[in-house]
C-alpha cells in the first residue's frame, strides 16, 4: 500500500494562546512541515490559535472533506487532555478516529524547555516521526462490551457509605467491602463534628443503619478484597471474608457474649488505646452490622483450649469455633475506592514526647477522650482518669508541613484544634493555648467558627513548637509539661507550662496503600495518596477505566468534602451504568500464529491473563477482550511474533526514522 | 575480633584520660582491636570550622588521609569524642557534598603528599559502635557486677546524633542507645529529657554566664529524678559539667554534687575491673559516694593543689570583675525566658 500510494497528511499546529507558542516558533514547524514533509505525504500544514476550538476543529473537517485528507497529525497538547477531541472530529468528517494522531509539543516541548530555537527544531522532529509513523495506521474499530451493572465499594467509611447509598437508591446493586468488624470508618470514633459541633455519631449512624439494611446491599464486613481481574464493565473480584466465628444468619447481636467474655484487652484501633474491650466484641454499641467478633489470638479458647463461655451463654448457638475463613468471588462492572487515611504516629516526633510523658494525647485519644460513649465517658481529664487539667495545649501540625515527615497540609488539623480548644473550655474551663503555623480555616462557616473560638479567650500563639518536656528550669515549671516555641508574632521564644498537651497529628495514606493500589491497578503520589485522572477536572476517576476514588484515599479531606467525592464517583459508575455497554479501545496485541515457537513466554508476562496457550495448536493466543493493549508481550516474545495495533514493528521504525530526520 | 581505626583525640591524653583508660579495658574484654591513626593532629574541635573553612578542613582530613593510608581489615573510623568525631564526619561528608571544597583541601594536602577520597572511610562514634557492632547481648554477657541499684543519667550531648549524615542514630531529638546500653549493665537507667541538650560547649570559655545556667538545666534535671550520677560519651560534656559545676554552683547559689563518669568506665566496673583502672577517682565531683552504694570502693579524687599566690605585683581592678567571677552576680536572680 505504502509503496504506490502514500496516504494524504494534513498537519496542524497549534499555538495553544502563548503556551505553545511563547516558545516554539510555530509559524516555522508549519512552513517547514509544508515544505520538507510535502515527499512524506503531507500536502496541508496549518496553524492555529487554539486547535481545540470548534472553529479550528471546523478546519481539520474542512481540509478533510475538500482535499481529500486520509491522515491528520495534531501538534498541540498531550494525548491525554484532547486526543478524543480531534479524533472525535475527524470522525465526524468521515475519517476513521485511529487515521488521527496528537503529537505532544506542549507538555513535552514548550512547557519543558526555555530555548526557542531548539525547542522549535525538537518540535519539527516530534512532528516528522509522527507523519512518518501515521502512514502505517490502520482503520480500527471499537468493541463494545456489556457493563455488569453491580458495584464494588471498597471500605465503608463515611465517603464509601455516601457512594454506596446513592448507588443502591438508583436502583443497582452495590457490594460494600469493609474491613473491620463494623462500617462506620473514623467519623464513628468521633464526638463531635466542626464547624456546627453536631454530635457525630448522630448524623452518621442512620446512614450505616440506611447501608446496612439497604436491599441492594451486600455488606461485608470483616472481608477484604485479595485480588481483582478483567477490565471496566467486568471485574472478576476476590474476596476474603475473615471468620467471625459467629454465625451471622442466627445470631441477634443480643451482646451476652460479650457480656460474658472474661478477658478484657486494650483496645487500640476503636478507643485508639485508651479502653478496653473484650475479647468477642462490637467496635461500639451502634456498629453495623451488629454481629461480634472474636478476636482469635487474644482468645482464651484459641489459645489455651478451655473457656467458651460465650458459647455457653449464647442463647441461640450462634458462636462457631469451627468456622474458617472463606473467598467469596463477585463480578462487577464498576469500583469505587474509599480506603481513608491512617492518622499520622505522633511518637514519631520525639521531641513532643508523646508515649513517653503521659499527658501528651493524640488527636484521636483526645477525640475518644471527649466523647460520651468513651473510656471517661466524656469528661476531659489527665492520663490519671481523674484530674482535670488547668490549662491545655494543642500543637498543630504535628507530621505535617514538616519537611522530617510529611510536606503537606492535612487540612483538617487547623479546624479540629478549634474544636478541641471550644470542647476543653466548655468542659473544663480550662485556659488553652493554640500553637499554630498558619491558621487555615477556608470552608463554609469555618471562619466564623474561628472567630467564635478567639472570642471564647482561647490564647493563639503563632509559632512551630520546638518541644514539650518535662524538665522544669523555673520553679513555676515544676510538675508541668513545658511547651518550649518560639512567638514569631513577638519575636521571642517562650516557655509555656501547661497540665495537658493534646497533638493535633495530621493525616497520612493507608500504610498498605501501595499494595492495594497494585490490586486495583491504580498508582499512589510520591507522597502516598492515590493519583486522580486530572487533579481539578476529574477528581474521583483514575487512570484506570472502571475504578474510581473517594474521600481520604487521593488526600487530606474533611467530612463534606468526603461525602461529596462519595457522591460523585457514585454519579460516574451510575453514569457508566446507565450507558449498558462499554466502548473498549481497539488497541490490541495479536499473534502471527506461523511466527510463534510456542515457548509460553508471553503467558506469564501479561498483566491482564489476556494470554492463553493452545495446547492442540501449541501455540499462544491473545483474548482480545482481556488485552489493554499494554506492549509487554510484543516487547518479550523471543521470536518477534507479537504485533500491537497500533504500535506495530512497521510504525516504530517509520517513527524512529522520521525523528532522526534532519530538521 | 572487631578492628577499628582509632582516632583518640587530644583529651584522651589529658582531661579525659579516665575515659581513655576505661576504653582500653573495655575494648580488652569486648575483644576490639583498636589501631590508633598514626601521627594524628587536632580535629580543631569546635571552633576552628568558624573561622576558616579550608585551613580547617585541611586539619582534619589530614587525619582523615592517614587513616585511610592505615585501611587494614576495616575501614570504619572509630572516635570516642563528639566533637572529633562530628568534624571528621563533616569533612568526610562536606568534601564529598561540595567538590570544590574537596579539591581545595586535597591540594592542601598533596604539600604534605597525602590524598583523601570522601567516602572511603566509615566514621563511627564509640557508642554506635559498642551498640550496633558488638551489640547489647555481647556487652550483657560479660557483665559479671551488675549494676543493680546505681540511678544514672544518660547524656549522650548534642554533636553524636545530629545531624547524622549516615542516619545511624535511632532517633536525633530522643535517641535511646545510651540508655539501653545502661539497662544491660543491669543500672536503673532515669527518662533523662535533657539527653541530647548543650553542655555549653566551649561557652565555658567565652561567656561563662550562659555555660553556667546550661550546666545548671542539666545537673538539676538529673537531681530532680534523684540520679546517683550523670554518664556521657564525650570529654568535652564532662569537662563543663564536672570542673564548671562549682562554678555553676556559686553563681546560682546551688549545691549541686552531681558526679560526671563517662559511659565506659561504668562498663568497666559492670566488667569486673576495679575502680581505680576504671578511670575513678579522676573525677573531680566525686563518685565515691554514689559508688558505695552499690558496693563498690572508688579512689576519692585528689585534692586540688593549692592555687598560686600571684607572683609580683597586683593588677588593678578589673573593669568587669562583675562578671569575671560568679561570686558577685550570684544575687541578681537571672532574668526567666518568658
Not at chain 2, 541499684?149 to 545510651?178: F, K, N, T
Request: proline fraction near 5%; glycine fraction near 8%; hydrophobic fraction near 40%.
Amino acid at each position: 500500500m505504502i509503496e504506490n500510494h502514500k496516504p494524504k497528511i494534513g498537519v496542524y499546529v497549534c499555538h495553544c494562546g502563548s503556551n505553545i507558542a511563547g516558545t516554539v516558533n510555530v509559524d516555522d514547524v508549519r512552513k517547514w512541515a509544508q515544505e520538507k514533509l510535502g515527499p512524506e505525504g503531507v500536502v496541508i500544514a496549518r496553524d492555529y490559535k487554539f486547535m481545540c476550538s470548534s472553529l479550528g476543529q471546523e478546519l481539520i473537517e474542512k481540509d478533510i472533506k475538500e482535499l481529500g485528507l486520509e491522515r491528520v497529525v495534531v501538534a498541540a497538547c498531550s494525548p491525554h487532555l484532547h486526543e478524543k477531541t480531534f479524533r472525535t472530529a475527524a470522525e465526524k468528517a468521515g475519517l476513521n478516529p485511529y487515521l488521527t494522531e496528537l503529537v505532544s509539543i506542549r507538555e513535552q516541548v514548550s512547557w519543558v524547555h526555555t530555548d526557542k530555537a531548539i525547542a522549535t527544531e525538537k518540535a519539527k522532529s516530534l512532528v516528522s516521526g509522527t507523519v512518518q509513523r501515521i502512514a502505517y495506521n490502520t482503520p480500527l474499530e471499537k468493541q463494545k462490551v456489556p457493563i455488569n451493572a453491580n458495584t464494588l465499594v471498597v471500605g465503608g467509611g463515611i465517603a464509601g457509605i455516601q457512594a454506596a447509598l446513592e448507588i443502591a437508591n438508583a436502583g443497582f446493586h452495590v457490594y460494600l467491602v469493609e474491613r473491620e468488624p463494623s462500617i462506620g470508618g473514623h467519623m464513628a470514633q468521633f464526638d463531635k463534628t466542626f464547624p456546627t459541633l453536631d454530635c457525630s455519631a448522630c448524623i452518621l449512624t442512620p446512614r450505616m443503619v440506611e447501608a446496612g439494611t439497604h436491599p441492594n446491599i451486600t455488606l461485608m464486613t470483616w472481608s477484604e478484597v485479595t485480588n481483582v481481574s478483567g477490565f471496566v464493565g467486568n471485574f472478576d473480584v476476590r474476596i476474603l471474608k475473615k471468620a467471625r466465628y459467629v454465625n451471622e444468619d442466627v445470631c441477634t447481636g443480643c451482646g451476652i457474649c460479650t457480656e460474658k467474655c472474661p478477658k478484657k484487652v486494650i483496645d487500640t484501633h476503636y478507643e485508639a488505646g485508651l479502653g478496653y474491650r473484650k475479647v468477642v466484641y462490637t467496635p461500639f454499641a451502634q456498629a453495623v452490622p451488629r454481629f461480634p467478633v472474636i478476636d482469635r489470638p487474644n482468645c482464651t479458647f484459641f489459645q489455651k483450649g478451655t473457656c467458651k463461655a460465650c458459647e455457653k451463654f449464647c442463647p441461640t448457638n450462634a458462636i462457631d469455633f469451627k468456622q474458617e475463613d472463606e473467598f467469596i468471588n463477585i463480578t462487577v462492572g464498576n469500583i469505587i475506592l474509599a480506603t481513608g487515611y491512617d492518622l499520622f504516629d505522633a511518637g514519631r516526633v520525639t521531641n513532643y514526647g508523646y508515649g513517653r510523658l503521659p499527658n501528651v494525647f493524640s488527636s484521636i485519644e483526645f477525640e475518644r477522650l471527649s466523647n460520651s460513649a468513651g473510656p471517661t465517658g466524656g469528661e476531659i481529664t489527665l492520663r490519671d482518669g481523674k484530674t482535670k487539667p488547668e490549662t491545655v495545649g494543642i500543637i498543630h501540625c504535628v507530621g505535617s508541613r514538616d519537611k522530617n515527615f510529611n510536606n503537606y497540609c492535612s487540612s483538617i488539623c487547623c479546624m479540629q484544634s478549634l474544636k478541641f480548644a471550644h470542647i476543653v473550655r466548655e468542659r473544663t474551663g480550662a485556659d488553652v493555648y493554640e500553637f499554630y503555623i498558619d491558621m487555615r480555616t477556608p470552608m463554609k462557616a469555618y471562619d466564623e467558627f474561628y472567630q467564635r473560638v478567639l472570642d471564647e479567650g482561647t490564647l493563639f500563639v503563632r509559632g512551630k513548637v520546638a518541644e514539650v518536656t518535662n524538665a522544669a528550669r523555673y520553679p513555676h515549671e515544676k510538675g508541668k509539661l513545658i511547651i518550649h516555641v518560639e512567638d514569631t508574632l513577638v519575636g521571642k521564644q517562650r516557655r509555656i507550662p501547661v497540665d495537658m498537651v493534646i497533638l493535633s497529628n495530621g493525616m497520612e495514606p493507608r500504610h498498605d496503600a501501595k499494595q492495594t493500589g497494585q490490586t486495583f491497578g491504580i498508582s499512589c503520589s510520591s507522597d502516598g495518596w492515590y493519583i486522580e485522572r486530572h487533579p481539578k477536572l476529574d477528581p474521583v476517576s483514575t487512570m484506570t477505566e472502571g475504578i474510581y476514588i473517594a474521600g481520604c484515599a487521593t488526600g487530606p479531606k474533611d467530612i463534606p468534602a468526603s461525602v461529596a467525592q462519595g457522591a460523585a464517583a457514585a454519579a460516574r459508575v451510575l453514569d457508566k451504568i446507565l450507558q449498558k455497554e462499554v466502548e473498549m479501545e481497539p488497541i490490541r496485541a495479536s499473534v502471527i500464529e506461523e511466527n510463534c515457537s510456542g515457548c509460553r513466554i508471553c503467558n506469564s508476562m501479561c498483566p491482564f491473563n489476556a494470554i492463553a496457550f493452545i495446547g492442540d495448536l501449541k501455540v499462544s493466543r491473545v483474548n482480545p477482550a482481556l488485552c489493554q493493549g499494554c506492549g509487554t508481550c510484543v516487547a518479550a516474545c523471543p521470536a518477534g511474533a507479537i504485533t500491537g495495533t497500533g504500535f506495530s514493528n512497521e510504525q516504530i521504525f517509520a517513527q524512529i526514522d522520521g525523528l532522526l530526520m534532519t530538521v | 575480633m572487631n578492628k577499628y581505626i582509632y582516632y583518640p583525640g587530644c583529651s584522651m591524653e589529658g582531661s579525659a584520660r579516665a575515659y581513655a583508660e576505661s576504653l582500653s579495658q573495655v575494648a580488652k574484654i569486648l575483644d576490639m582491636e583498636l589501631a590508633t591513626v598514626r601521627d594524628w593532629n587536632c580535629c580543631g574541635a569546635t571552633e576552628y570550622l568558624s573561622i576558616n573553612l579550608i585551613p580547617a578542613y585541611s586539619l582534619i582530613a589530614r587525619n582523615l588521609a592517614i587513616a585511610a593510608g592505615q585501611v587494614n581489615g576495616t575501614n570504619e573510623l572509630m572516635a570516642p569524642c563528639s566533637a572529633c568525631y562530628l568534624n571528621l564526619e563533616k569533612a568526610d561528608y562536606y568534601m564529598a557534598e561540595r567538590p570544590a571544597l574537596g579539591e581545595k583541601v586535597n591540594e592542601a594536602l598533596a604539600a604534605g603528599g597525602l590524598h583523601y577520597k570522601p567516602g572511603s572511610l566509615q566514621i563511627r562514634h564509640l557508642v554506635d559502635v559498642l551498640v550496633n557492632d558488638i551489640g547489647l547481648d555481647v556487652i550483657k554477657s560479660k557483665v559479671v557486677r551488675p549494676l543493680t541499684g546505681l540511678r544514672i543519667a544518660p547524656y549522650l550531648g548534642c554533636m553524636v546524633p545530629r545531624p547524622d549524615y549516615q542516619h545511624r542514630w535511632s532517633d536525633h531529638e530522643y535517641p535511646l542507645e545510651l540508655d539501653d546500653l545502661m539497662h544491660v549493665l543491669g543500672a536503673e537507667v532515669i527518662d533523662f529529657p535533657l539527653k541530647t541538650d548543650c553542655c555549653g560547649g566551649h561557652m565555658s570559655q567565652i561567656a561563662p554566664e550562659t555555660a553556667y545556667e546550661l550546666i545548671r538545666r542539666l545537673v538539676s534535671e538529673a537531681d530532680e529524678y534523684q540520679a546517683d550520677l550523670m554518664v556521657t560519651v564525650c570529654p568535652m560534656c564532662q569537662m563543663n559539667l564536672d570542673a564548671y559545676q562549682g562554678e555553676a554552683n556559686r553563681f546560682f547559689g546551688t549545691k549541686y554534687q552531681m558526679p560526671i563518669v563517662f559511659f565506659t568506665q561504668l562498663m568497666a566496673l559492670a566488667f569486673g575491673i576495679d575502680a581505680k583502672s576504671a578511670g575513678f577517682g579522676l573525677e573531680l565531683v566525686s563518685a565515691k559516694k554514689a559508688l558505695a552504694r552499690i558496693g563498690v570502693e572508688a579512689p576519692a579524687p585528689e585534692p586540688a593543689s593549692p592555687r598560686r599566690k600571684p607572683d609580683g605585683l597586683p593588677m588593678p581592678p578589673h573593669r568587669r570583675k562583675k562578671y569575671a567571677s560568679g561570686r558577685e552576680a550570684s544575687d541578681e536572680k537571672i532574668a526567666v525566658a518568658e
